[in-house]
T-cell receptor
Framework: GAGVSQSPRYKVAKRGQDVALRCDPI?????LFWYQQALGQGPEFLTY????????KSGLPSDRFFAERPEGSVSTLKIQRTQQEDSAVYLC?????????????FGPGTRLTVL | AQTVTQSQPEMSVQEAETVTLSCTYD???????LFWYKQPPSRQMILVIR??????QNATENRFSVNFQKAAKSFSLKISDSQLGDTAMYFC???????????FGTGTRLQVTL
């Protein structure tokens, strides 16, 4: 497909477990973004990559959250020692260049439920 | 920091009618971009329309148009000839011209009825 893909679509974790969420951006898109969407809320920014460089991680809520994009394509968002408050939909988006005003295209998200 | 406010949590419109969703924002920047995204129950966020702040002309995309009032910091979305497939959450979003992260409002749930 030509769009942003994410896997898994659903993830259930026990409190304290580590999880890894994957994002495949649109082919050729330089910039990649992660957002967290709590139930009934708008998405909130977590972090941003341009190619393999993580240019902004100001939205990561704690040091339990870690994101990487080692080859400038696929990205993984890792959450260590999950807590109930981490339950949310995690959205990935990509844009062609990440320049001023570039439109971001979103994936379907991963719904994380922490029990 | 920028903020985006959507004051209508839920709205309903009959098929073929017109509906307007409200959005206001707060920023000290002069160069920025505004977006409306649609999120159907399947959860995929889809771009509906975008507006560059430096453009005075309101953006239109088929049945979707915006009323951009820069001085009032208002950015409303008008949907004409509403269709059942327009049922979704609609998010207004702000993008600073010098940054890359989107700031979203809390959304408006639109229900289109027969």
């Amino acid at each position: 497909g030509a769009g942003v893909s994410q896997s898994p679509r659903y993830k259930v974790a026990k409190r304290g477990q580590d999880v890894a969420l994957r994002c495949d951006p649109i082919s050729g898109h330089v910039s990649l973004f992660w957002y967290q969407q709590a139930l009934g809320q708008g998405p909130e920014f977590l972090t941003y990559f341009q190619n393999e460089a993580q240019l902004d991680k100001s939205g990561l809520p704690s040091d339990r959250f870690f994101a990487e994009r080692p080859e400038g394509s696929v990205s993984t968002l890792k959450i260590q020692r999950t807590q109930q408050e981490d339950s949310a939909v995690y959205l990935c988006a990509s844009s062609l260049a990440g320049g001023p005003g570039d439109t971001q295209y979103f994936g379907p998200g991963t719904r994380l439920t922490v029990l | 920091a920028q903020t985006v406010t959507q004051s209508q949590p839920e709205m309903s419109v009959q098929e073929a009618e017109t509906v307007t969703l409200s959005c206001t924002y707060d920023t000290s920047e002069s160069n920025y971009y505004l977006f409306w995204y649609k999120q159907p129950p399947s959860r995929q966020m889809i771009l509906v329309i975008r507006q560059e702040a430096y453009k005075q002309q309101n953006a239109t995309e088929n049945r979707f148009s915006v009323n951009f009032q820069k001085a009032a910091k208002s950015f409303s979305l008008k949907i004409s000839d509403s269709q059942l497939g327009d049922t979704a959450m609609y998010f207004c979003a702000f993008l600073d011209g010098t940054a890359s992260k989107l700031t979203f409002g809390t959304g408006t749930r639109l229900q289109v009825t027969l």
